[in-house]
């Protein structure tokens, strides 16, 4: 049986390069249940994409940031794979942050639930793997950055 | 509803946790059907989260080593709790039994079956613990709540 989709779940994400051409990844782990993902906030009613992934950024990183450009949309349809009524949209800016160094490689996300682990870590894009990446839609989004170069 | 699972899965994890503790202090009176049986709850446990989130499975008769055990439950446990948080649970899973036939089930019938399994083969463990002269420790849901 195919479920109908109900709702549109808006997720904004945030490429954040630093001069070493390496791009900031978000991990979260809880036992065997573990997804690796770019940067990203959930859209919340009221809100601008803007104000949304700099909400984000402040949240978990404790970092001011500037929204460079847009970068893709998602042009096709994506069900969530954890809610079968649901609609992804996912929206992707370059982003730039003048507290890169307040970012450490491993860093533990600063507004963490307990038990659960969230960390941030930087990785080459010409190192990163699709398969490293938990979503089909992260891993379209690589594939264009690679080109992109 | 998530709530309720939480808690149930919490009263599992301490009940379970608390049974490895007894048979590890009591290892060298234990029958191969204890540790068959804890071993077979646990890999059950594992499985139905793999089939969620899509992970690697043990085997369903595998028998676990008694000493990674509770390291093994407690995975388990964080899993399910992890999951708890990200996926609905009227989401339907897809999964093959052992045998390949292919199934079609809800992540609470899921949740709630995997309950039931727990509570179905720690009673097992009970009687044999008996049977081994060994007085197994009070498990009931109740008496976690009090």
Known sequence: MITEIKRFNVRVYGLLLNDNREILLSTERRGDFHFTKFPRGGLELGEGTKDCLMREFKEELGIEIELKKHFYTTDFFQRSAFRNEEQIISIYYLVHSKQLNKVKNGMEALDREEGNKHHFYWKRVEDLEQKELTFPIDRLVLEKLTQNQ | ?146
């Open chain 2, 1 to 146: 509803m998530k709530t309720f699972f939480k808690d149930i899965f919490d009263y599992h994890h301490q009940t379970n946790q608390k049974i490895i503790q007894l048979l590890l202090e009591t290892e060298e009176q234990l029958s191969e059907r204890i540790i068959y049986l804890l071993s077979h709850s646990l890999n059950a446990h594992q499985i139905w989260n793999a089939r969620i989130i899509g992970s690697e499975k043990v085997g369903v008769h595998d028998i676990q080593q008694l000493r990674n055990c509770a390291k093994m439950d407690e995975v388990n446990y964080d899993t399910t709790v992890g999951l708890l948080d990200h996926y609905e649970l009227s989401k339907m899973i897809k999964y093959k039994n052992s045998k390949g036939e292919e199934f079609e089930n809800s992540i609470q019938q899921v949740l709630f079956h995997i309950s039931n399994h727990f509570s179905h083969h720690r009673g097992q463990i009970a009687t044999a613990l008996r049977e081994q002269n060994i007085q197994p420790p009070a498990t009931d849901y109740i008496f976690y709540k009090r």
